[in-house]
């Protein structure tokens, strides 16, 4: 006899299982958010943000290296922040937002979900910002949970170029 699993059966069975709808639809999201991403998005990119110099002339500049690896490698996706007071790894999850990708926070590279101070900063499953591809032009940020600090930094642009 073959069993279907049909939407309110499913409920029932999270129901049993003691997962709430909330849960329920956390651990969906989780399940739609993969390692890694698909073969059209795998690479390397990278975003250097400056912000200008300090009051003593140095400069401010952060590095944002972004490497996509197959779906389901571990550690597939990992974002890195180098530079003026940074110094973060990121394991990041993707998943398909319409034509582009959305790279969402899955931990630190310590495997917290705080960073070295604590401060839980970003949520588990939290997009940290989206990345489209252009009709042959520069591939498209769209910053959400994570956003460069300074002035001039738009909520969408060129940030991201892809370098390998």
């Not at 389901?72 to 998943?95: H, M, P, S, W, Y």
Request: proline fraction near 6%; charge should be positive.
């Amino acid at each position: 006899m073959r069993m279907t699993t049909t939407p309110k059966r499913f409920a029932a069975l999270a129901l049993l299982a003691g997962l709430s709808a909330p849960a329920l639809a956390q651990e969906a999201a989780q399940r739609l958010a993969q390692e890694g991403a698909p073969k059209d998005w795998q690479g390397r990119y990278r975003y250097a943000h400056s912000a200008g110099r300090t009051a003593g002339g140095t400069g401010i500049v952060v590095t944002y290296d972004l490497v996509l690896l197959p779906p389901d490698v571990k550690n597939g996706c990992v974002l890195t922040l180098r530079g003026f007071q940074a110094d973060e790894t990121i394991r990041c999850r993707t998943r398909r937002d319409g034509p582009g990708l959305a790279v969402v926070f899955d931990r630190y590279g310590d495997g917290k979900t705080v960073n070295k101070y604590g401060v839980a900063v970003y949520k588990p499953d939290q997009p940290l910002f989206t990345l489209a591809k252009g009709a042959g032009g520069p591939l498209v940020t769209r910053w959400q949970g994570l956003k460069p600090d300074g002035a001039g930094v738009a909520g969408s642009g060129a940030y991201f170029a892809r370098v390998k």
